[in-house]
């Protein structure tokens, strides 16, 4: 499936086939190919939890309002970023980049995010986020569909996962062999009402 038809067909699919086992293969090169995703100063704040466990899957439908594509579907992962990305991980994703880059890059990292946690937030929620759409649209490449998700409990879901408190949860995504496909696409914005041409 070229990337159009990826984009075109990818919907949020919300019944999946239970019985459906995702190999160890599939599942590495989904993952592998979000790893691929852009992120603002290489810092990677991923962290992608694979919740393999009937019963933690089981416990995190109870606080996903019952949705059955928490059990059901071949992969559940909970998209999780380090807040402290910047902090951590500057120094070592640039150790191979030339010494003045790395001289400029490092310092730099550390003024942009330092005692801005909002920033450190909405940038550790921009990285999960396009990791999601990659994930998705790698999932229709491979035959799969999937279903992005933040009707959660994100605070109890934190505690089931041993979610580290520098972290945060961003969204779940389901991927699975869709059982029931979505009905038609319906209440899509007007294009010229959401393309504006260079100001408000
Ligand atoms: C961040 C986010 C959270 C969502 N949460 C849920 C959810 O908890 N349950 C659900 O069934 N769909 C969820 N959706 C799917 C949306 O309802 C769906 O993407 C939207 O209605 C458009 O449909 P489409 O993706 O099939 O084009 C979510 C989508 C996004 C992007």
Redesign the pocket.
């Known amino acids: 499936m070229d990337t159009l038809e990826a984009l075109r067909s990818r ?2 699919v ?1 019944h999946y086939d239970a019985s459906h086992v995702m190999s160890e293969a599939e599942q590495r090169e989904l993952l592998e190919l979000a790893l691929l995703s852009p992120t603002a100063f290489n810092l990677q704040h991923w962290r992608f939890v694979v919740v393999e466990e009937p019963a933690l899957r089981r416990e995190i439908r109870t606080l ?1 309002w019952d ?1 059955a594509q928490v059990t059901d579907a071949s992969l559940l992962v909970v998209l999780c970023a380090d807040l402290a990305s910047w902090q951590k991980q500057a120094a070592r994703v640039w150790a191979d980049a030339p010494q003045a880059a790395r001289d400029f890059l490092v310092p730099a990292i550390d003024a942009y995010y330092r005692d801005a946690p909002q920033v450190q937030r909405d940038e550790a929620m921009r990285s999960c986020g396009i990791a999601a759409q990659s994930l998705m649209l790698a999932a229709r490449g491979m035959g799969y569909d999937s ?6 409990d994100f605070d109890k879901v934190a505690e089931l996962i041993n979610l580290p408190s520098d972290h945060c949860i961003s ?1 779940m995504l389901a991927i699975g062999k869709a059982a029931i496909p ?1 009905q038609p ?1 319906i209440g899509k914005l007007p294009f010229d009402e959401v393309v504006i041409r260079n100001r408000f």
């Open positions: 919907r949020a919300k996903a949705q279903c992005p998700m933040d009707g959660f969204l979505a696409r």
